[in-house]
């Protein structure tokens, strides 16, 4: 063992989940800004194509290695509706990246863990109390209190689509919490990077344009840091607490103001980010909530 592993073996483990998180944090920010960089050139639904061809060359070993016990699953048509609901999630995602600033963009995101408190109590039967409920509500409300919609203007299509893009990448995240209870990650996995890629060729034909050689490697290198990214916030998750772990994934608001003030000279306002702020402390209450209510029950004693 060399010595820096052992010293990251001596870590607390959630200081060990805390530089997994940040790796996420950091890998998610320069995928968006490649996003952005390169939405000048290739729609959204062209670099989601990249995105999931580069997540199926990944997986192909790993499925090659069993391919029945990858794809054994007796709701195929569940596993249809996630992908496709992940797909169209991704490509508002990336329009999204590509039209608003950086930390609008990403702060938005953020919502799809206040759209998981309705769709665990209406899909999963989850049982939500009034605090998880209030803190949705008022983290919707710091939304609205950052995008400032006017009755003439509405709140324009990128912020529309980040929203709904949201709202889909949660409800595949809530589809996978009720697929986990019978099917395994691999299967779901599996399932996700084939039909992912397939769904997303459609919306590539219609806007193909044949990268050059220095385009390709951007487009690649996008595909892979949004799996550098999974894996980073899958381990961070797995090393260290729910509660502590998630307000970690914050950080990636505040290199996303940093690179976007560097690089594009984009200036968030005031009313941004507070509506920003009270989106985070929303969700951060809620990841914190849930955390506390999947504690067991303190032993009784014995008198």
């Not at 820096?4 to 530089?19: E, F």
């Not at 997303?200 to 550098?228: E, H, K, Y």
Request: overall charge positive; proline content about 5%.
């Amino acid at each position: 063992m060399t010595k820096l592993a052992a010293a990251y073996h001596r870590l607390h483990r959630n200081s060990r989940g805390s530089l997994w998180m940040l790796g996420s944090a950091a890998a998610f920010t320069v995928m968006t800004l490649l996003i952005k960089f390169l939405g000048e050139d290739y729609s959204a639904a062209l670099q989601t194509f990249y995105r999931n061809a580069a997540g199926l060359l990944v997986m192909l070993p790993l499925i090659a290695r069993n391919p029945r016990q990858a794809f054994r699953t007796n709701r195929p048509g569940l596993l249809l509706f996630r992908a496709t609901a992940g797909t169209i999630g991704m490509i508002l995602g990336f329009y999204a990246y590509q039209k608003m600033p950086l930390a609008d963009a990403n702060a938005l995101s953020f919502t799809r863990t206040l759209w998981l408190v309705p769709l665990a109590a209406f899909v999963l039967k989850e049982q939500i109390g009034p605090r998880r409920i209030s803190a949705t509500f008022i983290g919707f409300l710091g939304a609205l209190l950052m995008l400032q919609p006017s009755a003439a203007a509405g709140i324009g299509l990128p912020a529309t689509a980040a929203l709904v893009g949201a709202l889909l990448i949660a409800l595949t995240v809530t589809g996978m919490k009720f697929m986990t209870r019978d099917h395994s990650t691999m299967t779901l996995m599996s399932w996700s990077a084939v039909l992912g890629f397939l769904l997303s060729i459609p919306g590539a034909v219609l806007a193909w344009r044949t990268p050059d050689l220095p385009d390709l490697a951007l487009l690649g290198t996008m595909g892979v840091l949004g799996l550098i990214t999974q894996a980073c916030y899958v381990k961070g998750m797995s090393e260290g607490d729910a509660a502590v772990m998630a307000p970690i994934d914050y950080t990636r608001l505040v290199f996303a103001v940093i690179l976007g003030y560097v690089l594009f000279a984009e200036v968030p306002n005031s009313m941004t980010m507070l509506g920003a702020s009270i989106i985070i402390g929303s969700t951060i209450y809620i990841t914190w909530r849930e955390a506390q209510l999947g504690k067991p029950e303190p032993a009784q004693r014995a008198d």
